[in-house]
T-cell receptor, first 111, second 113 residues
Framework: KQEVTQIPAALSVPEGENLVLNCSFT??????LQWFRQDPGKGLTSLLL?????REQTSGRLNASLDKSSGRSTLYIAASQPGDSATYLC??????????FGTGTRLLVSP | GAGVSQSPRYKVAKRGQDVALRCDPI?????LFWYQQALGQGPEFLTY????????KSGLPSDRFFAERPEGSVSTLKIQRTQQEDSAVYLC???????????FGPGTRLTVT
């Protein structure tokens, strides 16, 4: 059974710092990996999708990498801003493309 | 529409009542998913449709949960005889097709009293 773990569970940084969120998964047979952000009381906003054949994806200040063989992905956020404060969720696509989620990293960026 | 929409946004049900939750996916999206998110946890898969066909319902927690998508567009998740443990946020997502990026709706927060 696929299990997804995210470390750290919570992170507090001052504005302007670069930071890395980690995601690990137990079964390397995945179709893709998706990073989301979730604001309190809201749904999920897709940030980046990496297909299993890809190594990384970039969007603005965000960069996500994927190492299938080691079962790891990282989300790099450059020059963090208070508006980046949210919970970040990693999810791997398996089977009929259903997503298996980690429990998330709660990020707080202080001005 | 511009995104995935869900209704109602909030639902309070007395234990034992039946509820129906609606999802309107992005127009043209073939795949539709339902997830359940308990407080402080990541979403957990419930069921998956490709057009009107329910291809995977392995995540439905009991036979009180039933989902349908009769015309391959709007979907309804029905929970019969609600229990307190059913209290959660129910999220719907859609994607263009196999392996595609999933787009989520705002969710329905169900509270069973």
């Amino acid at each position: 059974k696929q299990e997804v773990t995210q470390i750290p569970a919570a992170l507090s940084v001052p504005e302007g710092e670069n930071l890395v969120l980690n995601c690990s998964f137990t079964d390397s047979a995945i179709y893709n990996l998706q990073w989301f952000r979730q604001d309190p009381g809201k749904g999920l906003t897709s940030l980046l999708l990496i297909q299993s054949s890809q190594r990384e994806q970039t969007s603005g200040r965000l960069n996500a990498s994927l190492d299938k063989s080691s079962g790891r992905s990282t989300l790099y956020i450059a020059a963090s801003q208070p508006g980046d404060s949210a919970t970040y969720l990693c999810a791997v696509g398996t089977g009929f493309q259903k997503l298996v989620f980690g429990t998330g990293t709660r990020l707080l960026v202080s001005p | 529409g511009a995104g995935v929409s869900q209704s109602p946004r909030y639902k309070v049900a007395k234990r034992g009542q039946d509820v129906a939750l609606r999802c309107d996916p992005i127009s043209g999206h073939v795949s539709l998913f339902w997830y359940q998110q308990a407080l402080g946890q990541g979403p957990e898969f419930l069921t998956y449709f490709q057009n009107e066909a329910q291809l995977d319902k392995s995540g439905l927690p009991s036979d009180r949960f039933f989902a349908e998508r009769p015309e391959g567009s709007v979907s309804t998740l029905k929970i019969q005889r609600t229990q307190q443990e059913d209290s959660a946020v129910y999220l719907c997502a859609s994607s263009l097709g196999a392996g595609g990026e999933q787009y989520f709706g705002p969710g329905t927060r169900l509270t069973v009293t």
